[in-house]
């Protein structure tokens, strides 16, 4: 009936329309690079390329962690040479923010180092082996070269021969262009995503050797080796009489064939599979399939090469205070090294990010050049430094090239430690430095006895046998039923004293 006909065509129409739709589907999941890929030598040249691209992000990550390296060298001389205390102090803490940012992008490397560097193998083999393929690939059937008689009667139970023929194999000419794909200059290839998670790839089965068809000739007494004593120049036969196949008397041969015996066509083929609106690569494989290159651990490197990021951290670009007092990290640094104890136990625990915030501002400048005058600036600002006998003048952005920069950075730093020790020197003596109202006081008392006068305290102390009279002895106390010299503790109190001082100082 008319309408059972006009359903079909319906039908027809609807499944050549969702058949269209597929089809521009698959399409417009692969990757922009990947979509060009149109032969053996286009994969080759991409896998060699994203392989560079997944090691070049670390290389990239590496060197920025050197560099905040330095440049937390730069901060750290500044606030060494920098005799204000308060600046020092602030310019510490910019060392120590680099310092942090460079162990997070170091961190950051380590946890993807291990599958960019595996993905980055893989494609490497990946193109090793296409290459290699590629050059071995047969192009058509073997081409015989030779032709020769011999007997073979040993090889059967009576009178034989054989006809050796030599070939060599026809391969695919040419070389491969690995800097480009489809004669194009290779691009950037995107981040994958659910929606656009597909490759175009070669088969594993371009891997597998392709079968040969030999198709032995006999004819006439082909079994007697005196009667295959010529070879045909042309066929490669062994033969004795006739000009030629259509006519020979006696003849032994083979003729070679060649077909593809399996597709060589590029397709594409999904890289990961969609979880949660992310795309997961799934595990990395093991360390014999990612050695061959397969096209399964094809799949999972590209995924994982161009899904996996270094979160390298950036220098400091703040210009003014206002700007820094923005970048969250700085903060608990700035409450650690910018505040007192008594600063921060003042204030409200309800105010204390805003107040960080305010300090860190105040400190390092709330106008626009104030920042590069007290900070910037001191880079740029020459010290003077002796190097073996040398002296020299440079800048600190001069300074960090150095190989010796840390040595100079030490230089610095004795020079704030020997000057702590100085003050320190200097507040000892003069605690310990009577005024000459102090001194007579104490000659009336007897408290400015010298050492035979200390012996005599001591010989005095002894000499009380009661508790009641050795307290009342100046130096003396009561110890186990006996009167002794206490003068020697304040001896020993004293010198505990120097010795934690010192260690405070080495320890600021």
């Not at 040993?154 to 794909?181: E, P, Y």
């Not at 929606?195 to 007494?221: N, R």
Request: contains cysteine; hydrophobic residues 35%.
């Amino acid at each position: 009936m008319w309408w059972q006909t006009k359903n079909s065509q319906i039908a027809f129409a609807t499944t050549l329309f969702l058949t269209v739709v597929a089809i521009h589907h698959t399409t417009a999941a692969n990757l922009k690079v990947a979509d060009t890929i149109n032969s053996v030598c286009d994969e080759a040249a991409s896998s060699i390329s994203l392989s560079t691209t997944f090691l070049h992000k670390i290389d990239t990550a590496t060197q920025q962690a050197k560099n905040l390296q330095k440049s937390a060298l730069k901060w750290r001389l500044a606030a060494a040479a920098d005799t204000n205390k308060d600046q020092a102090k602030a310019k510490l803490a910019l060392a120590l923010l680099l310092r942090q940012r460079a162990m997070r992008t170091q961190a950051a490397i380590s946890a993807a180092s291990g599958d960019l560097q595996a993905a980055a193998a893989v494609l490497q083999a990946r193109a090793a082996a296409l290459l290699t393929a590629h050059k071995l690939q047969p192009k058509a059937a073997p081409t015989k070269v030779s032709a020769a008689n011999e007997d073979a009667s040993n090889n059967f139970g009576t009178t034989g021969a054989k006809c050796t023929i030599q070939m060599t194999q026809t391969v695919a000419a040419g070389t491969c262009t690995l800097d480009k794909i489809a004669d194009q200059s290779i691009g950037e290839e995107e981040t994958p995503s659910p929606a656009k998670a597909s490759i175009k790839a070669t088969p594993d089965a371009y891997f597998i050797p392709q079968k040969l068809t030999v198709a032995a000739l006999a004819a006439g007494t082909a079994g007697t080796n005196s009667n295959l004593n010529n070879a045909d120049p042309a066929t490669k036969d062994c033969y004795n009489g006739g000009s030629g196949r259509s006519d020979r008397t006696h003849a032994l041969g083979a003729d070679v064939t060649y077909t593809p015996t399996s597709s060589h066509t590029i397709s594409a083929v999904a890289i990961g599979t969609a979880e949660d609106s992310k795309l997961n690569c799934g595990a990395q494989p093991d360390l014999e399939a990612r050695s061959s290159g397969s096209l399964a651990a094809v799949k999972w490197a590209v995924c994982a090469g161009l899904t996996t990021k270094v979160d390298s951290e950036p220098d400091i670009t703040a210009k003014t205070g206002s700007d820094l007092m923005q970048q969250a990290d700085i903060l608990p640094i700035a409450e650690q090294l910018l505040f007192s104890k008594d600063e921060l136990g003042a204030i409200p625990s309800d105010q204390r990010t805003q107040k960080i915030k305010d300090k860190t501002q105040e400190v390092y400048g709330k106008g626009p050049n104030d920042f590069t005058t007290n900070y910037l600036e001191a880079l740029t600002t020459k010290l003077s430094y002796n190097l073996g006998k040398q002296n020299v003048n440079e800048d600190i952005n001069t300074i960090v090239k150095k190989t010796e920069a840390e040595v100079i950075l030490s230089h610095f730093e004795g020079i704030n430690y020997n000057q702590k020790q100085d003050k320190s020197t200097e507040k000892e003596s003069s605690d310990k430095a009577p005024n000459k109202e102090e001194t007579a006081k104490k000659s009336d008392k007897g408290d400015d006895k010298k050492d035979g006068d200390n012996k005599a305290a001591t010989a005095n102390c002894t000499s009380h046998s009661t508790q009641d009279a050795c307290t009342k002895e100046q130096n003396c106390k009561w110890e186990n039923n006996a009167c002794k010299d206490s003068s020697i503790l304040v001896t020993k109190k004293f010198a505990l004293s120097v010795v934690s001082a010192a260690f405070v100082a080495l320890l600021f």
